[in-house]
């Protein structure tokens, strides 16, 4: 079983900070690339940022240095540490497992329910 739980979105003003959560099963965790997308009204799905099972790290070029990734391999936990929000950052939010399904590294992508993140100017 793939899951993964969002939470940790919210309404905020502009400047502040949000930390979201994504709690993911073991079989979506375990050795398994996990991001973060968002995706704004009218607006296709982008990367956040990302973080390889080994903990390599990777960021949009938009919000790098003012959010950081960050999983927590005994928790089954990635997070979103977000800070000086600015009022484009609304959109929701996805955590997405890129679940590997074969030696040969074939993979499927797999979401969770999002989260809604506002920032208010």
């Known amino acids: 079983q793939v899951q993964l739980v969002e939470s940790g979105g919210g309404l905020v003003q502009a400047g502040g900070s949000l930390r979201l959560s994504c709690v993911a099963s073991a079989r979506a965790f375990s050795g398994n690339r996990i991001g973060w997308y968002r995706q704004a009204p009218g607006k296709q799905r982008e990367l956040v940022a990302d973080v390889s099972s080994s903990g390599m790290t990777n960021y949009a070029d938009s919000v790098r240095g003012r959010f950081t990734i960050s999983r927590d391999n005994v928790k089954r936990t990635v997070y979103l540490q977000m800070n000086s929000l600015k009022p484009e950052d609304t959109a929701v939010y996805y955590c997405?497992?890129?679940?590997?399904?074969?030696?040969?590294?074939?993979?499927?992508?797999?979401w969770g329910q999002g989260t809604q993140v506002t920032v208010s100017s």
């Open positions: 997405n497992a890129r679940v590997v399904v074969n030696v040969e590294g074939a993979f499927v992508d797999k």
